[in-house]
């Protein structure tokens, strides 16, 4: 695919067009030019170009702005700046661009944007069967009852979905459902998922969808807009700005449709937080059952090695009272009270094993209450 790629380069440093040069001559057709009039001026149209933002007179900003009102909208364009900010990003995005890379430029990190971009374009080249007449098609179509036609089939097809990834792509078909291109961004317990209408996002949609998670609950810039739930971040990127009608309808439609799948989240991460915690219980269970098994086979060994050395010495004290010449009423007294010790220690032993027997019962009960088996953790 690269013999057939035509790269742009607009910087007004000479030693930055060098440099973009030597990365990417190899591999691309290349065209370098000195400021954004140029460019445009040009009449070329590439693959993919590699666009500054500071440059005197039209920037990279405008010169972005300008080639999309040119109707070049599958044209990839990566802006360069030294400055990276939310802001930045935010204003690259605005302007028509699609990814971002930060000066100085790292050779093996531009190889791989611009791959990446022109990736992008070929899958736009790819989905491009929705033409602009269909679009319109389906912003006329959009009656109440078509609307919510399309907020139920998505409540329907949610209904079994157990993963946010899986909701993420019931979003992104409401979306293609309505017309509209756009990304979803769901946040969970564990994960984060994003989808575009279009395939995966761009970098920059990427930035900008998480950036604006704090604008409030809709946000709007010009043919864009943004809905966020907690969970739940829906971009929409073309909006029918001149129907400010249709604009209202969309608007109520998407909060509707943002509504229903945070609810679906709240469901997913509430199912999550349940595993978890009956995850922790199996877990707490299985040590408690190993401990009581350790604990009950220390007490039966205690328990036989008390009874025999209680055993040897009521023989070694029996021997001594022998040898201090006690009677043999004497010797009976004292081997009567080391048998009644002995006989007290060995219940003491065979109380806690009857203690160990009822905690394995009650650990039994806990493992069926989560759903386990008794034995199996």
């Avoid at 389906?138 to 078509?146: C, K, P, Q, Y």
């Avoid at 792509?169 to 459902?177: C, D, Q």
């Avoid at 003491?348 to 069926?368: C, G, N, V, Y």
Wanted: glycine share 8%.
């Amino acid at each position: 695919m690269s013999d057939e790629c035509r790269i742009a380069v607009v910087d007004d440093v000479a030693a930055m067009r060098k440099l973009y040069e030597g990365v990417l001559r190899s591999q691309y057709q290349l065209d370098c030019f000195a400021d954004g009039v140029a460019f445009l001026e040009s009449g070329i149209t590439p693959d993919a170009i590699v666009l500054d933002i500071e440059m005197p007179g039209v920037d990279g900003y405008e010169t972005c702005r300008r080639l999309r009102d040119a109707g070049m909208d599958r044209v990839q364009v990566i802006f360069a700046s030294a400055h990276d900010s939310d802001e930045e990003r935010m204003r690259a995005y605005q302007s028509g661009g699609d990814d971002f890379i930060t000066k100085p430029v790292v050779a093996d990190e531009l190889r791989a944007k611009v791959a990446a971009a022109l990736r992008r374009r070929q899958v736009l080249r790819n989905l491009e069967s929705q033409s602009s007449m269909a679009q319109q098609i389906a912003f006329s179509a959009m009656s109440s009852m078509g609307a919510l036609g399309v907020i139920l089939d998505f409540m329907r097809g949610s209904a079994e979905v157990t993963a946010p990834d899986a909701l993420g792509a019931r979003l992104i078909e409401a979306l293609r459902a309505w017309g509209l291109n756009g990304a979803v961004r769901i946040r969970s317990l564990d994960s984060e998922t994003l989808a575009h209408t279009q395939g995966e996002c761009s970098p920059l949609q990427q930035s900008v969808i998480k950036s604006l998670k704090d604008m409030g609950r809709i946000f709007q810039m010009r043919s864009r807009a943004v809905v966020n739930y907690p969970n739940v971040s829906i971009l929409v990127e073309n909006l029918p700005v001149d129907d400010e009608e249709a604009i209202g309808r969309m608007r109520d439609n998407l909060a509707m449709l943002g509504e229903t799948a945070e609810t679906m989240v709240r469901g997913l991460n509430a199912m999550a937080e349940r595993d978890r915690q009956q995850g922790a219980a199996r877990s707490t269970m299985r040590e408690l059952e190993q401990l009581l098994g350790s604990t009950s086979a220390l007490s039966t060994q205690n328990r036989a090695r008390s009874e025999q050395v209680l055993h040897h010495g009521r023989d070694d004290i029996q021997s001594l009272a022998r040898g201090f010449g006690l009677t043999g009423v004497q010797e009976s007294m004292i081997c009567d009270e080391m048998d009644r010790v002995t006989a007290e220690m060995l219940q003491l032993f065979d109380e806690a094993t009857q203690i160990d027997a009822q905690f394995s019962r009650i650990l039994a009960r806990l493992q069926m209450m989560g759903g386990g088996e008794p034995g199996k953790g």
